[in-house]
């Protein structure tokens, strides 16, 4: 998570014509219309499509059954280079942080050196296509840009132009753009050396680059007419790159529809923007917003490529794209020549609320576009975020949000507001972030990929968020912190999410006293989630966490905490952990816990590892493939003779086991101690049918 100043203030609008004539501009619809829609099925070059292998198709790296039902319901398929035929180099999987493979989508990718190619046959009829990738930084830093050649059955070459620009991060929090910068707090403790730098004598020498991390990016294309399935899609590395390798981790393959129309709408052209790209047209966004508003219409977007360098301030209005593949707002991260009351250093592209303090803003409504920023570093002050403000009575659908710093940053309090179906991606902090005072919310059906802090998050920092829902969402490679956070709230509900391979310092699922949030209270249902190469290394602890970690850093845990019918699977350290920090491991515990209907396929150690005092009950926690012993209880670390601070409660029906026996035997209830404080990794296989 990132944390945030309130919003902007409102930026004042021009007044806009005393008549304007309400149509499209045809031309640029039919255009874009013709390049996805083409003919039809393109024809194959001479036996390309004939001799290809069957298509891997997968979700999160997985075979779809094993998370069916579970996760966003997207339009794409996914296909993992791994899967896929190619004359470059296997990137070996691994889960170490700081490691091209950690933070791939199922721990592994594709090399290309200049020359050498990867292709993909397509599992269904497709117009577009979206390559994650990784090249190289520069040995500066601020990356470098390379060509991919993208070809379907040998035909007609395309060319990507692929970058590294937004990737590459190093050094300690809040990370840095330079490879060769010293520490920036030698004044931590740090893992590598087990020591303060700064208070060590003599002072340890630490390498550089430190900690490289957000390696990857992705780009989108589309390919200008209809393949069929059985196609073929070579991406190559043409020779003379000026990347030495080029990183595939994955394809995902998609039939765009055609562009929405709206004819009687405020259409931004008709107010001076720009379609191109070339002049900034955010002046021409307030006028057709205040035109809009006047005359009680929508704002229609059509296709074309829009310069925004500043946020656009929304209340009362509707906005709607051609589509997140047609109509894109693109923006400049811009310097302020003076920082702003909350903080902002810099602003940039993004649609804003008013702030809450003002009273927020209300029935807004945005749709149908892609929102893609300009931002390289992490200034946790700055207000460059795609969606932002306070949006009570609000719906966010349908956006593609790439390269700004957090996706959506909704600051409250405000209410009833429902994002759905977006794709967030790419992001220098957290995908979205509920934060302050959210109610009665629902955040579903969402994609997202590739963040640089927790990939969805409730946080109750002063006034508690209460009464919503994270529910069909799926999140991916968060390179640091957690796939899905609660941090305090009221009666939340996470249901029927996938998260998959969270990098280091989080896990898949997070519910913490931390970060000044409000207590639990109510309830928090976490059900029918599923979870895959989770259970992460947290680098300060020095230890493995688990795929769902429970944290009372701040205050009790104490609500009735219910997780059911959730899925964990391939851990790679724990399934569950519930842990207090060292420093307050006498004064806060967690209570109320309670587990059912849990399937655990796959722990590196155990299925339980306690480090607080506290309780938790288990009925129907059914595990296999348990790599230490079951339950790793070190409650608060006194080892009295009582036995465990921590007490598990038996409600029957918990079966399975590992390479030490039942998971949850007699013997291990109710506290006794098994504190082993770092146990070994014991890979588990591969998740299989249940």
């Known amino acids: 998570m990132t944390r945030n100043g309130s919003s902007t203030a409102s930026v004042a609008t021009r007044r806009p014509p005393g008549r304007v004539a309400i149509s499209m501009i045809a031309a640029l619809v039919t255009t874009a219309a ?370 700004t710093k957090v996706g959506i940053w909704l600051d409250g309090p405000m209410t009833n507001v429902s994002i759905t179906n977006n794709v967030i991606v790419d992001q220098i902090a957290d995908g979205l972030n509920f934060h302050t005072g959210v109610t009665n919310s629902t955040v579903a059906n969402n994609f997202v990929r590739n963040t640089g802090d927790d990939g969805l998050a409730m946080w109750s920092e002063k006034v508690g968020n209460a009464g919503n829902t994270f529910d069909h969402n799926t999140v991916q490679t968060p390179t640091l912190a957690n796939g899905i956070a609660i941090y305090g709230g009221t009666d939340n509900t996470v249901s029927n999410n996938l998260i998959a391979d969270p990098i280091r310092e989080g896990s898949a699922i997070q519910v913490g006293s931390r970060f000044g949030a409000e207590a639990f209270t109510g309830h928090l249902w976490i059900t029918d989630n599923t979870t895959v190469r989770a259970g992460t290394y947290e680098l300060n602890w020095n230890i493995g966490l688990g795929a769902i970690w429970v944290y009372a850093l701040e205050k009790n845990i104490d609500a009735d905490i219910q997780v059911v019918g959730d899925h964990f699977l391939d851990n790679t350290y724990n399934a569950i952990m519930v842990v207090a920090d060292w420093p307050v491991k006498d004064l806060y515990s967690v209570t109320n816990l309670h587990f059912a209907d849990i399937r655990v396929d796959g722990t590196g150690t155990s299925v339980l590892s306690a480090r607080a005092a506290g309780s938790a009950t288990f009925e129907n926690v059914d595990a296999r493939n348990v790599g230490a012993v079951g339950v790793n209880n070190c409650g608060t670390f006194h080892f009295t003779p009582a036995g465990s601070e921590f007490s598990l409660v038996d409600l029957g029906g918990n079966d399975g086991g590992g390479t030490t026996g039942p998971w949850l035997a007699p013997w291990e209830l109710p506290n006794t101690i098994t504190c082993d404080d770092r146990p070994p990794v014991v890979v588990p296989p591969g998740p299989s049918a249940w």
């Not at 060590?200 to 007419?225: A, C, N, V, W, Y």
């Not at 259409?267 to 021409?284: I, Q, R, T, W, Y």
Request: with cysteine; proline share 6%.
């Open 34 to 403: 013709l390049t996805v829609a083409g003919a039809g099925s393109a024809t194959a070059a001479v036996g390309a499509a004939a001799s290809a292998p069957p298509p891997v198709v997968t979700r999160a790296a997985l075979d779809p059954s094993l998370v069916a039902g579970r996760g966003a319901a997207v339009a794409f398929s996914e296909q993992e280079a791994e899967n896929a035929t190619t004359s470059g180099s296997l990137v070996a999987a691994d889960r170490t942080a700081y490691t091209l493979a950690a933070e791939a989508s199922g721990r592994s990718a594709v090399s290309l050196t200049p020359g050498q190619y990867v292709e993909f046959t397509l599992p269904k009829a497709a117009n577009a296509i979206t390559v994650r990738y990784s090249l190289p930084d520069s040995a500066t830093g601020g990356g470098i840009t390379a060509p991919l050649a993208v070809t379907v059955n040998g035909g007609a070459k395309r060319t990507m132009t692929l970058t590294s620009q937004y990737s590459w991060l190093y050094n300690q929090y809040p990370f840095t753009n330079d490879p060769q910068a010293g520490l920036l707090h030698p004044d931590w403790w740090i893992t590598e050396c087990a020591c303060v730098p700064s208070a060590t004598t003599p002072t340890p020498t630490i390498s550089t680059p430190f900690r490289p991390m957000h390696f990857f990016d992705e780009q989108r294309l589309l390919l200008g007419k209809t393949y069929k399935a059985g196609d073929v899609v070579r991406l190559t590395a043409p020779a003379g790159s000026a990347a030495s390798v080029t990183v595939i981790d994955l394809l995902d393959s998609e039939k765009v529809a055609l562009p929405h129309v709206r004819l009687v709408a405020a259409n931004v052209l008709l107010f001076g923007a720009d379609p191109l790209g070339k002049k900034d047209s955010a002046a021409a966004f307030d006028k057709a917003i205040a035109f809009a508003k006047k005359h009680r219409l929508k704002v229609y977007v059509p296709p074309g490529v829009y310069q925004v360098n500043r946020h656009i301030i929304v209340d009362d209005v509707t906005i709607e794209g051609a589509g997140s593949w047609y109509t894109t707002i693109r923006g400049k991260e811009v310097a302020l020549s003076t920082p702003t009351p909350d903080g902002s250093v810099h602003t940039g592209v993004g649609f804003y609320g008013k702030d809450a303090s003002v009273g927020g803003s209300r029935n807004v409504h945005l749709s149908g576009f892609a929102i893609q920023g300009d931002v390289r570093e992490r200034i946790d002050t700055d207000q460059v975020n795609g969606i932002g403000g306070a949006l009570s009575d609000s719906s966010i659908d349908g956006l593609y949000i790439q390269h």
